[in-house]
């Protein structure tokens, strides 16, 4: 009997093969893990880079404002403490050589001691307020008026700010890597004079990175030279163990980074700081703020050669105690404005 044959509709077609490409193997959680902390680590180091550059500019320009303004006001800075030694030199003249009662130079020393109360005149190291005569070297040549330089404080910048101390995880660390660096690095180790010198230039970056307490900069260092661990990223105990190390890094240089804003943040608060702002808008719309400031200051000249002229009066006897008395003008205007703001301030509290 012959075979039927199958009707070609309902024949069923035979299995084919299907090709796929082979799909790459996903990142293991440690490879995941280790690329994120890679990513943070650099991050950190750029942040810290770019902080530090701010603050070293900071820094700068309140060094360079000072050193402007120190040329610029020396010479009436000298004018002052001259005007300054000649009063007290001739208050000395008025006790050596005046013969006062007893009254009379109780009262020229209440002035005197008003004017170094007040800030118009130094304080005078050599005379205490109870004057005797064996006591008294009014030529003193150690005595330069040097006190005078506290009233005026606008002249002397601080140009770095207080260091903020690390902790004991942080110093270890920064420790540690330093020496690894040092070991490699040390010009020491080679003898060939091109290598023992860019060593040596290498060795000043380390040590200076390594005293400002600066890991990110010993780690850019590192990383620059290519003196990173290197690890086995199949093996899974080369990639934890590299985890952990740049867990811990970059703990640490998240303490860098919040440690230099803080400094930013305190240096721009500081009377240095504010003045750099205040110089830069001001320069910004044409003004002249040393010029200014030096303005004032011969304002005060004149107000303390005036001070200086009143002393000569009394010492060559055109003026009368009881005029000496009242004291110069602008000692008159300041005890009068002192009691002013008392009486407001009592005002204020009824």
Not at 204 to 209: L, M, P, R, W, Y
Not at 230 to 241: F, K, P, Q, Y
Not at 275 to 287: E, P, Q, S, W
């Amino acid at each position: 009997m012959a075979r039927k044959s199958t009707p070609a509709s309902r024949r069923v077609p035979a299995p084919t093969s299907v090709t796929t490409d082979p799909q790459p193997l996903a990142l293991s959680d440690f490879h995941l893990r280790l690329e994120f902390l890679e990513r943070e680590n650099q991050k950190s180091i750029e942040q810290i880079e770019k902080k530090r550059r701010e603050l070293n500019n900071l820094l700068e320009r309140i060094q360079e404002i000072g050193v402007e303004i120190s040329q610029r006001s020396a010479p009436l800075f000298q004018k002052l403490v001259e005007i300054d030694r000649q009063i007290h030199a001739v208050f000395a003249e008025i006790f050596n050589g005046r013969k006062l009662g007893k009254q009379t130079r109780k009262n020229v020393e209440t002035i005197y001691e008003n004017l170094q109360a007040s800030g118009l005149i130094s304080p005078n190291p050599n005379r205490s307020s109870e004057l005797d005569d064996e006591d008294e070297d009014p030529d003193d040549p150690d005595w330069d008026g040097s006190g005078y330089e506290d009233s005026y404080q606008e002249f002397n910048f601080r140009s770095e700010p207080e260091p903020k101390k690390l902790d004991r995880d942080e110093l270890k660390k920064i420790r540690q890597l330093y020496l690894r660096l040092a070991d490699v690095f040390h010009p020491d180790k080679v003898l060939d004079a091109a290598d023992k010198e860019y060593r040596t230039e290498v060795m000043k970056e380390i040590n200076q990175a390594y005293q400002a307490g600066d890991l990110a900069k010993l780690l850019t260092i590192e990383r620059q030279h290519q003196l990173g661990e290197i690890i086995d990223r199949d093996s899974e105990n080369d990639l934890a163990r590299r985890c952990d190390r740049l867990e811990q890094e970059n703990e640490f240089l998240k303490s860098q980074l919040t440690n230099i804003k803080q400094e930013i943040k305190v240096m721009k608060k500081s009377r240095e700081g504010s003045m750099v702002a205040d110089y830069r808008k001001m320069t910004k719309n044409g003004l002249d703020p040393i010029g200014e400031a030096l303005a004032q200051t011969e304002v005060q000249i004149k107000t303390i050669d005036g001070v200086y002229q009143f002393v000569v009066d009394f010492r060559d006897k055109r003026m009368t105690i009881g005029d000496f008395m009242q004291g110069p003008e602008v000692l008159r205007q300041m005890v009068e404005l002192s009691q002013e703001e008392l009486l407001m301030e009592l005002f204020s509290q009824l």
